[in-house]
């Protein structure tokens, strides 16, 4: 057997291991180590040299300056970086920390619902495209010390309010029973979004994980700015304004019956301009006969 063909067969058999072609391996052995790559390597030596003897507490810049001082290479923090990056070596302190927290949240935060070229987006065409949410505290009994917080769901387009719930504190299990509710009074129909402020309730594992699970977007209003979920600033002032206002509710049954009421009137009785004087359910009502 002639010995070149045995060589020829054992480099075949290593690059199908390998996954590579022939060409490649070959190109690999006759290639020629370039100037530049002869400097990555010194300086990479350098580097190795001098992280070990100060416990790799130099950065690239520190690095760059050591460098371009006191070797005859002259490099960017660019190079550096990459030469770093390549041989896997990284500062030991000074490390930039994810913090995961933030980036969920930063991740939920964007606002569906506002372009600074055109604002906010308030006027959905159908009924059931957009959902805006939020919760709010109420109070009652002998003091008036006693308190319950109020979640609600409205839709954009009639500005009728789609489910609410009650409970003592807000929480992602409240305004997630609440979503689920508003499906059910839906008869399973979802929001293509559904828009909240940035509160702990809102940005929960729990709410999140049935919102994702049910394909609804969620929006978020931007830090600071109460403006970008004003439709349910508008409906908590208009309900204590209008409404709560005149009540006094001695114990929790009282005021359960009192915020069924107040809903009713907003959605049955209580006509806006903006919805060409009909009331939100005379509205929602008139859309369903038009699409019909």
């Known amino acids: ?32 180590v370039t ?3 002869q400097e990555n390597q010194a300086v990479l030596a350098y580097i190795i040299d001098l992280e070990e003897k100060n416990h790799y ?10 460098i371009n001082m006191e070797t005859p290479y002259h490099v960017s923090h660019g190079r550096v970086r990459r030469i770093m990056r390549k041989a896997g070596i990284q500062a030991s302190i000074r490390v930039a920390k994810h913090n995961r ?22 006027h959905p065409d159908l009924p059931n495209q957009v959902w805006v949410t ?15 917080r109020l979640s609600a769901i409205k839709d954009l387009y009639d ?11 807000e ?18 129909i979802k929001p293509g979004i559904v828009h909240s402020d940035q509160g702990s309730a809102y940005t929960g594992r729990i709410y999140n994980t049935f919102l994702a699970g049910e394909g609804i977007t969620h929006s978020m209003s931007r830090p600071g700015t109460p403006g970008d979920n004003s439709p349910m600033e508008s409906l908590w002032s208009h309900l204590k304004v209008e409404r709560f206002a005149f009540e006094h509710c001695l114990s929790e049954l009282e005021m359960m019956k009192s915020i ?19 009331t939100p359910k005379e509205y929602r009502n008139h859309a369903v006969k038009i699409s019909a």
Request: proline share 1%.
């Open 35 to 37: 100037v530049h790559d």
């Open 57 to 66: 507490v130099f950065g690239v810049k520190r690095l760059v300056t050591y």
């Open 134 to 148: 939020d919760c709010s505290e109420l109070t009652f009994g002998q003091d008036d010390r006693q308190k319950i």
């Open 159 to 169: 500005h009728s309010i789609i489910a609410w719930c009650v409970a003592s504190t």
């Open 260 to 278: 069924e009421a107040a809903i009713n009137w907003y959605n049955y009785e209580r006509r806006q301009e903006t919805l060409n004087g009909m």
């Open 101 to 122: 927290k933030i980036e969920k949240k930063e991740f939920l935060l964007a606002n569906k619902l506002y372009t600074v070229d055109a604002g906010h987006a308030f």
């Open 171 to 188: 929480t992602a299990a409240l305004i997630t029973k609440t979503m689920k509710l508003a499906i059910k009074n839906t008869n399973g």
């Open 1 to 32: 057997m002639n010995p070149d063909s045995g060589q020829r067969y054992g480099i075949s058999a290593a690059c199908q291991i390998m996954k590579i072609s022939r060409a490649a391996y070959y190109k690999w052995t006759h290639r020629k």
